[in-house]
């Protein structure tokens, strides 16, 4: 099934429910909580407490991707304050089978996250453990920026194995770098869970949903 994940670091803070609320009215089912931390990624965003405060205001499915060093210090902390989803990045833990296993026995679904230089055969280990796998088409750290190409590659390539393997139920997710235009190519590449920031947040939010859901509908 393919989904659409808005990501809530290009929308207006001064109107966030509001913001999110449109999102959700206009189809969305799952949201993207961009957590970063100013080491793994330059930016510092926001954490547990605004996701804790939005988690009273929406039903949708809170798909959190972190870009903090060593998240296994976090992942009760997240948990708690209103993640269905985990997503973490290889790049920043030496212990990712341990942080499967805690963010399954905390019951919440877990996705594993590569930045774009980080080739796919080092998450294949871990691929029959997870719920999703997070490949990344821009630097993890700002919104706003261009997909690079390459990684549609590593998508191409993610689907191939996960099919091979038996692994079909494992969701492909992208982000960055997302829009009306290279959507349809994204999604023929394999991914199913496409996350959008400006894409979605710029602009008229309902008619941006609506869009890029007509879109993934069709294919
Ligand atoms: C970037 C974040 C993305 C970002 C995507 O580090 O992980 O989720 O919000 O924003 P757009 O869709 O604007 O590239
Ligand atoms: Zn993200």
Do not use: W
Not at 91 to 116: F, S, W
């Amino acid at each position: 099934m393919n989904i659409l994940a808005p990501s809530i670091l290009a929308a207006d803070f001064s109107r966030l429910g509001e913001q999110i609320g449109q999102a959700e009215a206009a189809g969305a089912r799952y949201l993207h909580i961009d957590v970063m931390d100013g080491l793994f990624v330059p930016s510092i965003s926001f954490g547990m407490s605004v996701i804790q405060s939005i988690r009273q205001c929406t039903e949708l499915f809170f798909d959190v991707h972190l870009m903090i060093e060593k998240p296994e210090r976090y992942i009760k902390e997240f948990a708690d304050c209103g993640a269905d989803l985990i997503n973490f990045h290889l790049e920043a833990t030496e212990n990712t089978a341990d942080i499967i296993r805690e963010i399954h026995t905390l019951h919440k679904k877990a996705g594993i996250t590569i930045k774009p230089a980080t080739p796919v055969k080092e998450i294949e280990p871990y691929l029959d453990m997870v719920d999703m796998v997070l490949v990344m088409t821009v630097e993890p750290g700002f919104g706003g920026q261009e997909l690079i190409p390459e990684c549609l590659e590593k998508v191409r390539e993610l689907r191939q194995i996960l099919t091979h393997r038996g692994l079909g139920h494992v969701d492909v997710e992208v982000d960055g770098g997302i829009n009306q235009k290279n959507l349809r190519q994204v999604l023929e590449a394999g991914a199913n869970v496409i996350v959008s920031g400006s894409s979605v947040f710029h602009n008229d939010i309902d008619t941006n949903v609506r869009e890029l859901l007509s879109q993934m509908q069709g294919c």
